[in-house]
Nanobody, 120 residues
């Protein structure tokens, strides 16, 4: 059993900042990549940022230069620092992990989601 627990969402004014955290726990052998996705009302879930085990990163064009993804491999935790937030960043943010469990089976997990609301 693997769990992803997110925290750090909330309400912020445009131009403000938030930091999301996602901790993975359970029967984990190793984590390949961790990332953040978001889903706004009426829209499909989209990739925001992803970081692999070597700390290579990839960002959606809409957040480049404003968001920074990082990870702590000891704590199995991924962070998303969001600066210069815009109303269009409003969405439910989901953590995702691609990992190998104790049985050496590769699998993909999602967190429960955390709401980020940016007011204009």
């Amino acid at each position: 059993q693997v769990q992803l627990v997110e925290s750090g969402g909330g309400l912020v004014q445009a131009g403000g900042s938030l930091r999301l955290s996602c901790a993975a726990s359970g029967r984990i052998f190793s984590i390949n990549s961790m990332g953040w996705y978001r889903q706004a009302p009426g829209k499909q879930r989209e990739l925001v940022a992803v970081i692999n085990s070597g700390r290579s990163t990839n960002y959606a064009d809409s957040v480049k230069g404003r968001f920074t993804i990082s990870r702590d491999n000891v704590k199995n935790t991924v962070y998303l620092q969001m600066n210069s937030l815009k109303p269009e960043d409003t969405a439910v943010y989901y953590c995702n992990a691609d990992l190998y469990n104790y049985y050496n089976n590769r699998d993909n997990y999602w967190g429960q989601g955390t709401q980020v609301t940016v007011s204009s």
